[in-house]
């Protein structure tokens, strides 16, 4: 039986999600919030990990009084092989997005480029000398090309391990080497992951794990990596840039366009063409005032990022936007897209539109985006969105009024920038402020919102609660989003929230005490600063000792549970907002729960309260300062040249 309907504001936090839910009843609307009440009788077999239908002598559920498969697989193997099955899910999703983004560098660099262009040389060559490729004195596209190559053989090598982990602490590679848990390459690990969980081939719970977290490193440090590499290659380095987010960015007005999935491409070249005369002119003359380009979800994140485009919210208000009856048009690619869009549409006047090759939705127009002429698609796409314009019903709009202003661009160069500024950039100041104890430790929350908890909600008050300890926040993906619309993302959000010490490094840097740091494949920047944290000297010498820890508090996809795995195996406690689905099995729980702990330095915590999790998370962090010696009024130590060197990080 349905469970009883929520109200509102059981199920959202921001007030333009909760005004736009009445509206959604109103309208006899169907929403993925109601649709969790249908669904509320979720299968417990599936919720426990311990359904299996790998094979057809299946599908097979274990029980206590059925504890085996057909096969014999007991509860260890099937939640072990289910789990590293979700690992493969999340990498392939991120790595393919990397490999469509390396694949038009090596066109740009060949010529090819469809109207894009290296945006960013200097990125470029930064790449090139953190992968040892020649870069002085030769033509960006030269080293362009050698640097494809380069990463496409990250995808494709059969032998050697991948490159990037060479960027790592040098005692984190040692541990991997260890481990044998060092990936060949993004693509023989997946293949080598669905091989492993055929009926009949690995069924040692651990070894199975241990490859879930493998996998997971040729996300983190693969394909993700690739995907951020290339974008600021191509785009450019996000720098600190102001923008505004939430539901009330549409315009009354203006023509609405919401770009909605993960890959870059297209909307980038949707965010050059709407400023052009021509677009302006084409909208003018359907009596709109111009046209809004507006973001959903990680594509929002990069085009907030490197161009100021306000964000019309998260996953969550994916449907939302469109209930508003205000959106022209929905352009989709790929990933975190709802199926239901199409029929959400069905009620107002929003075209839903298709455009990648291997994405498509029964009731959306596919609209095919050709990279190679990308700004003819993209003026195209944009010119039937303004045709549609006419079709919107005044009476059936509704557009809530909120909508908060955030600073959004802090890539690892931007913060580096802004803590030292261009001569000096280095993370110094924060590694000095961590051992002087002003900023307790840095968290990085993370990823999806999900309606079986209060849309934002738990995001929110963990990251109010934490910067109220002094410590530093950085976000990326939905989570980041969440604090944007609560208005955390602005430097005087310090004043008003911070502790005391954060908000005296806030203030000193110019800085918002919760950094935006991107998209979710741009998690990599979270390790990468991580990285260069171990690298200035003075907080251990492996991502194991820094007072760093994750939170994914209301995810929801495989790229999390990805994510979550490769943050771990670099040795980053991680912190659940709702399990895994691995309950059914004690020993899988307790291994990736607990005994990763003794092996990475980092493993799973489940905290499905907001508060419970900052009690945990505190406790992770001065356990952290504690072993670092600097869980006291420590004397500030500067290092000289000779400590440094001998940190031989
Ligand atoms: O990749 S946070 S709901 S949009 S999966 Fe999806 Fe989750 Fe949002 Fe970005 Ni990430
Ligand atoms: Fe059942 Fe084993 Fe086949 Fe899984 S692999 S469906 S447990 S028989």
Request: proline share 4%; aromatic share 4%.
């Amino acid at each position: 039986m349905a469970k009883e309907s929520l109200s509102a504001k059981d199920r959202a936090w921001d007030a333009a999600s909760v005004e736009t839910l009445l509206k959604a009843e109103r309208d006899c609307v169907d929403t993925c919030f109601a649709r969790m009440d249908t669904q509320s009788n979720q299968c417990k077999f599936g919720t426990l990990g311990v359904c299996c239908r790998i094979c057809h002598m299946g599908p097979c559920r274990i029980t206590p009084k059925s504890p085996k498969g057909v096969c014999g697989a007991d509860a260890d193997t099937i939640v072990a092989r289910n789990f590293l099955r979700e690992v493969v899910g999340g990498t392939a999703a991120h790595s393919d997005h990397g490999r469509h983004l390396v694949l038009r560098l090596k066109k740009v660099a060949e010529g090819n480029g469809g109207g894009y262009q290296i945006k960013d040389e200097a990125a470029l060559r930064r790449a090139a000398n953190d992968y040892n490729i020649e870069e002085a004195g030769r033509t960006k596209e030269a080293v362009a090309i050698d640097l494809a190559n380069l990463f496409i053989g990250e995808f494709t090598s059969q032998e050697d391990p991948l490159k990037t982990l060479s960027l790592a602490p040098i005692k984190r590679q040692g541990m991997w080497e260890q481990l044998n848990l060092k990936p060949q390459s993004i693509d023989r690990m997946c293949v080598e992951a669905m091989h492993r969980t055929h009926m009949g081939v690995d069924h040692d719970y651990k070894h199975i794990l241990m490859h879930a977290f493998r996998t997971s490193l040729a996300d983190g440090w693969g394909g993700s990596r690739v995907a951020t590499i290339c974008s600021d290659i191509l785009f450019g380095t996000p720098t600190p840039i102001k923008a505004k987010v939430n539901l009330g960015v549409l315009g009354e007005k203006t023509v609405n366009i919401v770009v909605h999935g993960h890959e870059p491409e297209l909307s980038e070249m949707l965010a050059v063409a709407v400023k052009m005369p021509e677009i302006k002119e084409y909208a003018k003359n359907v009596g709109a005032d111009g046209v809004t380009l507006a973001g959903i979800c990680c594509t929002a994140n990069e085009i907030l990022m490197r161009h100021g485009i306000p964000v019309a919210g998260n996953f969550l208000q994916q449907e939302l936007a469109i209930i508003t009856g205000a959106v022209e048009m929905m352009i989709t690619d790929v990933q975190c897209v709802m199926p239901s869009l199409p029929d959400v549409a069905k009620s107002y006047h929003t075209q839903i539109v298709t455009t990648s090759h291997i994405a498509k939705m029964v009731g959306a127009e596919h609209l095919g985006f050709d990279g190679n002429d990308a700004l003819t698609s993209a003026k195209n796409i944009i010119r039937q969105a303004i045709d549609n314009y006419k079709n919107r019903d005044i009476k059936k709009m509704s557009i809530p009024k909120a909508n908060s202003p955030m600073i959004a661009g802090y890539s690892v160069e931007a913060i580096k920038y802004m803590l030292g500024g261009k001569f000096r950039a280095s993370f110094r100041p924060l590694n000095d402020a961590i051992m002087q104890g002003r900023i307790k430790g840095v968290v990085g929350i993370v990823g999806c919102n999900n309606p079986k908890q209060k849309m934002d909600h738990y995001m929110n008050v963990l990251t109010k609660e934490l910067i109220k300890r002094d410590v530093l926040i950085l976000k990326t993906g939905c989570a980041a989003i969440a604090s944007g619309k609560e208005g955390a993302m602005t430097p005087e959000a310090a004043l008003e929230h911070a502790g005391p010490g954060l908000r005296e490094v806030c203030e000193a840097v110019g800085i918002a005490p919760v950094l935006h740091m991107g998209s979710c494949v741009d998690n990599t920047r979270i390790l990468e600063a991580a990285t260069e944290v171990v690298r200035e000297g003075g907080l251990g010498d492996d991502l194991a000792q820094v007072p760093a820890v994750g939170v994914a508090p209301e995810w929801m996809s495989e790229k999390a549970v990805a994510i979550g795995c490769y943050f771990v195996a670099s040795g980053v406690d991680v912190v659940l907002g709702h399990p895994f689905h691995i309950n059914g099995s004690e020993n899988v729980t307790k291994f990736l729960n607990e005994e990763t702990k003794n092996i990475f330095g980092g493993s799973f915590h489940v905290a499905e309260d907001p508060h419970e999790a900052v009690t945990k998370i505190m406790d992770i962090l001065n356990d952290a300062r504690e072993k670092l010696g600097i869980n006291k009024k420590a004397e500030r130590k500067l290092l000289d040249m000779k400590d440094r060197r001998e940190l031989n990080v």
